[in-house]
């Protein structure tokens, strides 16, 4: 909030009263007119002088006023906190340790400021109207009672939605609609096997849902679903199932052809997982998360762990189904970097592995089955450098994260030479990378926070959805009128 200039106080006249005898009566005779004339013409001049002076000195203190309070008229100058960081990181190349400032990023749940490079969409978004279906519990509300379900790193599709309940742009008036939230938790349904998300129920639950809706309200059929929006937040994205090879083999179910849909997954090549209109969300960390892991942060910013990677890293990379995990890159990583003291590689779970990230200058960031990964984000927010390996990728929100400005692209063949490549980096240009990955507003457009906020992940989603009005039956039928 710009902070309004005071009203300045009255300015004390007394030491400026001018006393003006224009007068001597010298005689107990009467005036004459020429004296009467002088005396008043003396009268005007003496209140036309009171008020130059009032108004020099006024405007003195206008502009002392100004220069000590100055309106801040340029929104770049205001620190757009939710997530407000300070870093300047010096390395040293011929090391493996890089001792870097603390990146101090505050998470304030009442921070009001409002990022500066969100301004253009505000009026767009400000006329976008999106109804939420109130779908019965079965469909959402009851996997919730899996405190896991809103958690997770499939979590958005809660995230989103909880969102969108007490969002400026919810309408509850479907007829000025430009678009239909369906809440359909897909990702809730916890294997008793290995404790990992269980989609196989998706497409059966999804299309009851369509039926329920499209059976109580006119506003599927008469679009065909166009302007139907759900999220798709697990490993394939839109085609629902977790093993490529089948996701490739039933592609998107007919009934989400003509929808939108909001996945993690994306690639820049063709896949039949993306023959849908899509856009490409974050996968879901928890900002409570973050919050926790940067307040038992060491005080003093130290990140000595120069490469990091805690993960599923098979020795050999060929599972029981035949495939190889990864494509075989997290097994060449671990071949090739397992004793190497550069790199701190953990092949087992560890709830704390933010508390390894927050003390990393690299992180990387090598595709498992998808091409994504949680890592992006939880990177990204923690001030550890990304390095990405994952061909073709599609990264979430290119306009707003500036993704090769942040972060390394190493393709999958040339993970042998990652030992060359991030000490040339930390030699060259680390210091710049880290600068670009300490600015805020990157930081908020990858988490989800509820409420809505200016520039955070859900606000993304919003801004492209505002790109897509064409597919509003309510915007197509108004214009036609």
């Not at 005036?31 to 004339?37: G, L």
């Not at 390394?408 to 000490?423: F, N």
């Amino acid at each position: 909030m710009f902070e309004q200039i005071k009203r300045p106080q009255k300015i004390n006249n007394r030491g400026f009263y001018v006393k003006m005898k224009l007068f001597h009566h010298h005689h107990k005779h009467g005036r004459t007119k020429e004296k009467i004339n002088s005396c008043c013409f003396f009268r005007y001049y003496k209140w036309l002088l009171w008020l130059s002076l009032t108004l020099y000195f006024f405007s003195s203190y206008l502009i002392t006023n100004n220069k000590n309070n100055p309106s801040d008229n340029s929104n770049s100058n205001i620190i757009n906190n939710k997530l407000s960081s300070l870093s300047k990181t010096h390395v040293f190349s011929s090391k493996s340790t890089i001792v870097a400032s603390r990146a101090l990023i505050e998470l304030t749940d009442n921070d009001s400021l409002k990022p500066h490079n969100v301004n253009s969409n505000n009026e767009v978004l400000r006329n976008l109207k999106i109804y939420v279906y109130d779908l019965p519990p079965n469909f959402n509300a009851d996997w919730l009672s899996n405190e896991r379900c809103s958690n997770h790193l499939f979590a958005s599709e809660v995230a989103i939605h909880r969102a969108l309940l007490t969002s400026d742009v919810r309408t509850f008036d479907p007829y000025e609609a430009d678009f239909f939230f369906v809440p359909v938790y897909v990702s809730c349904n916890f294997s008793t096997v290995n404790g990992f998300p269980a989609i196989g129920h998706a497409r059966s639950l999804i299309s009851s849902a369509i039926n329920a809706l499209s059976s109580e309200y006119p506003f599927w059929n008469r679009s065909g679903g166009s302007d139907h929006v759900f999220v798709a937040s697990h490993d394939f994205g839109s085609c629902f199932h977790t093993m490529e090879n089948v996701a490739i083999a039933d592609g998107v179910p007919a009934f989400l052809k003509n929808s939108i849909i909001l996945q993690t997954f994306g690639v820049t090549n063709h896949h039949p997982c993306q023959d849908v209109e899509n856009v490409v969300i974050p996968p879901f960390v928890s900002p409570e998360s973050i919050r926790r892991t940067l307040d038992k942060a060491p005080a003093n910013g130290r990140r000595d762990i120069f490469a990091f990677f805690r993960g599923k890293m098979e020795v050999n990379p060929k599972n029981v189904s035949g495939r190889y995990y990864s494509k075989k890159v997290r097994t060449a990583i671990w071949r090739k970097f397992g004793n190497d003291r550069r790199f701190y590689l953990q092949r087992h779970r560890f709830a704390g592995y933010q508390s390894e990230i927050v003390r990393s200058v690299f992180c990387l960031c090598p595709l498992g089955w998808a091409p994504w990964s949680p890592r992006l984000v939880e990177s990204v927010v923690l001030g550890c450098v990304p390095v990405i390996i994952a061909d073709n990728i599609r990264l979430p929100f290119p306009e707003a994260v500036r993704w090769p400005e942040i972060s390394l692209t190493v393709a999958e063949k040339d993970v042998g030479k990652l030992g060359r490549i991030l000490e040339h980096v930390a030699a060259t240009n680390i210091s710049a990378i880290q600068k670009n990955l300490m600015d805020p507003s990157v930081r908020r457009a990858l988490l989800f926070s509820t409420p809505i906020e200016p520039g955070d992940a859900t606000w993304q989603v919003l801004s492209s959805l505002a790109t897509m009005l064409d597919r509003s039956h309510h915007r197509s039928v108004a214009s036609s009128q």
